[in-house]
């Protein structure tokens, strides 16, 4: 699998596969395409606090991977939050989604590294557990604007 960041060509896929993941029990509530496209657009030009990388397998978009990044004091330093990964359907449970943690951790320095899941997305939950995280015991709260 290669693994890249996100260009602007890569506009209509992205928004194809970002508005699947929105949609699926992987997350609580789906967004307006709106968010989509700020966030794809903040990414073609540049943001500190985040990034977005496309993932293909023999020429093909297979998923792609969002990141975002904060500093904690907790954590002592850069926190990497690994905020959305998606595998089309057709190539699900290839390693795709884990290649792309190990990129991650192997090539984006940081204190910490955070994600999160739906509790009932399991197997999701045990690929993290696999790859050494471990349960985060914080309820999370959120104010939109």
Same mark, same amino acid.
């Given at each position: ?9 890569? #506009?209509?896929?992205?928004? $194809?596969?970002? &508005?699947?993941f929105y949609s699926s029990p992987a997350v609580l509530e ?21 990034? #977005?990388?496309?993932? $293909? ?10 990141? #975002? ?5 907790? #954590?002592?330093g850069r926190v990497v939050w690994i905020e959305e990964i ?31 899941? $739906? ?22 709260? &959120?104010?939109?604007?």
């Open positions: 699998m290669t693994i890249r960041k996100i260009k602007k060509e890569d #506009a209509q896929i992205y928004t $194809e596969m970002a &508005k699947e789906n967004i307006p395409t709106e968010n989509i496209s700020l966030s794809f657009d903040a990414f073609i030009e540049g943001t500190p606090f985040g990034d #977005a990388f496309i993932f $293909e397998d023999n020429g093909e978009t297979v998923g792609y991977g969002v990141l #975002a990044y904060t500093h904690s004091q907790e #954590a002592g998606y595998i089309k359907e057709e190539f699900r449970g290839r390693g795709f989604g884990s290649q792309f943690i190990r990129y991650v951790l192997d090539e984006i320095p940081a204190k910490r590294y955070r994600l999160e899941t $739906e509790p009932e997305n399991e197997k999701a939950a045990a690929l993290y557990r696999r790859l050494g995280f471990e349960f985060f015991e914080y309820v999370n709260y &959120k104010l939109d604007r």
